[in-house]
């Protein structure tokens, strides 16, 4: 008997990764169309046409339960596909949308589901042009699976490679509401709301405003996640400032509770990003502005020391490492 | 209680039309981005770049078991997805995939279905570029589903609606012998092999040859499905000859046994199409040159009456409907 899936292997930390190059990478043998290819595992791929950066992206939602405080499956699967296509500098054109739904569903759900997902797709005026529709029998499948697929233009293609020692880095609001949300969901622990949003208005006010050098949206693996991909592909370190870095207090009390670190509980509308340094005050003023911005921080700033690693300065004065987490806490967060 | 899902909404026929038109294209708002939306229901989308159709695609793929004869759940996605755009006249760019499996599942037989994938995309020369994997929890998924999207670049955009009386109807090869492996799986009533592959290569030798006025892969609800569309679609009526349309013998044996219509049986690397008539016989000449298409034949053609019907001449010179059906003979065939 070989090896085994194990649910940390889709918690999208050190794991994921590691069974990703060591099994897709190394079966296709294609695997480039334009300048990111699957092997930068970024948010999405780009296709050059005519010169121009075409960002692809996909992502297949899971959640359990999928309906939750602040959103659904629905909302939460066109906001996941419209933030991987806004963090890599793409205006997003047209959203793919299929989905595989267990037999014996209410028909009525469903039409919650597609209802919340249009309200996201009229928000951002982005249109689900194309789709699938599959039945599993019962006992095959536990509830809904969506699939969302986009594509959008690059205005300027931004890396996970492209952060630089002085730039500053901002979130643009609390984090890990989306974790800590389906966390409570499971455990039966009060109603946190989660952060599930599109954040391309935020991304938008970012990027005409300053210099935007790497961008994510902290999904599973949260921050620790996000900003240790970002110090290792950018080749520098990453030092964060705890007091600064914004958390609600339902977020914070269950983490108390739990024994969990708040940095490595996912977002589903947030995005974190390096600006250069001079353009940090104005790229602020600019995203606070904006729904869905209004609480941002500037939470650290890219060194020359410690590459490839992010370094907290504690509230009562100390330093620890974040390390990269091995996966997300929980499974099927999204 | 409200009504709910069956399989049969997932099958590909009538009454999976319905529920789309119910549900998904009365809730969506924004369904446009080019030529061809969602209203038009069609294998694909189009986006509009500098007066490009640009074609997009998805499909979840569910199919149960995920390894049959002749091929598995790997290769059926890539081949699926690069039919879905060879059929609207698009030359593919690039493939998204994304994964779900089910926690303890062998990660040899994860690579397996990689190997298998990757198989396609070399043999048709197009890259997988951007994907995602996610785990579901032990009880919570039956095996793997794969869910693939793709772009492509339409060289000339071919639509349901564009036969016309007198085109000819030829079918690449014989029918339903996806169909009829899965339902021979699951009954245990021997091998029989499927047909699942890629139809890029037919295609282009049928589009550069003369014109082709509709195309479509007949997957669920097979040809009956495929060609009642086209009919409907494009306000012609069609006529087919039972005699010449191709059957392997193991198809034909198990249908007679199960008392099905292979009509109505999925194929998954067959394609039908329109076809001016006076280029028919050099377009079914240069067909037949190419791997996939040596045994395509000539199986009706459009004419003026019964518009939107769907008409055969049988063996013993009766004439019969052939109606949508209402989804295909099994679930998850695909």
């Known amino acids: 008997m070989g090896e085994k899936i194990t649910w940390s292997h889709g918690a999208g930390g050190k794991l994921m990764g590691e069974l990703i190059r060591k099994t897709v990478l190394k079966e296709f043998s294609l695997r480039k169309a334009g300048q990111v290819g699957l092997d930068e595992l970024e948010d999405g791929a780009t296709i050059e046409i005519d010169g121009k950066q075409l960002v692809f992206t996909t992502d297949s939602y899971t959640v359990r339960p999928h ?91 931004i890396r996970n490679s492209g952060m630089r020692p002085g730039d500053k880095i901002i979130v643009s609001g609390p984090i890990g509401e989306h974790g800590a949300c389906i966390l409570a969901c499971r455990h039966g622990m009060g109603t946190i709301f989660s ?32 900003l240790n991909e970002i110090a290792e592909k950018s080749k520098v370190g990453i030092e964060l400032d705890e007091t600064s870095i914004p958390i609600s207090q339902p977020v914070r009390g269950l983490c108390d509770l739990l024994g969990l670190d708040p940095l490595i509980l996912a977002c589903e509308g947030r995005v974190v990003m390096g600006v250069k340094e001079e353009d940090c005050d104005r790229v602020l003023k600019e995203i606070r502005k904006v729904r869905g911005g209004e609480q941002a921080e500037v939470i650290g700033r890219a060194v020359e020391e410690h590459k490839g690693m992010v370094v907290l300065r504690t509230s009562v004065g100390g330093r620890r490492i974040v390390p990269m987490p091995s996966g997300d806490p929980i499974p099927r967060i999204c």
Do not use: H, W, Y
Not at 90 to 114: K, R, T, Y
Not at 197 to 226: C, I
């Open 67 to 157: 309906f939750f405080p602040g959103g659904n499956i629905g909302s939460l699967s066109i906001s996941g596909t419209i933030n991987d296509l806004a963090v890599m500098g793409a205006e997003p054109l047209a959203i793919a949308c299929s989905v595989v739904l267990p037999e014996g569903m209410e028909i009525e759900e469903f039409q919650q589901i597609l209802r919340s997902a249009n309200e996201v797709s009229k928000e951002v005026g982005v249109p689900i042009i194309t789709g699938d529709l599959k039945v599993a029998e019962r006992g095959g499948l536990d509830g809904p699976i969506i699939t969302t697929a986009g594509v959008g233009l690059a205005r300027k293609l």
């Open 195 to 226: 952060d599930a949003a599109p954040v391309l208005a935020v991304v938008r006010a970012a990027m005409s405003t300053g210099e935007v050098t790497a961008m994510k949206d902290p999904t599973r693996g949260g921050l620790a996640a996000a």
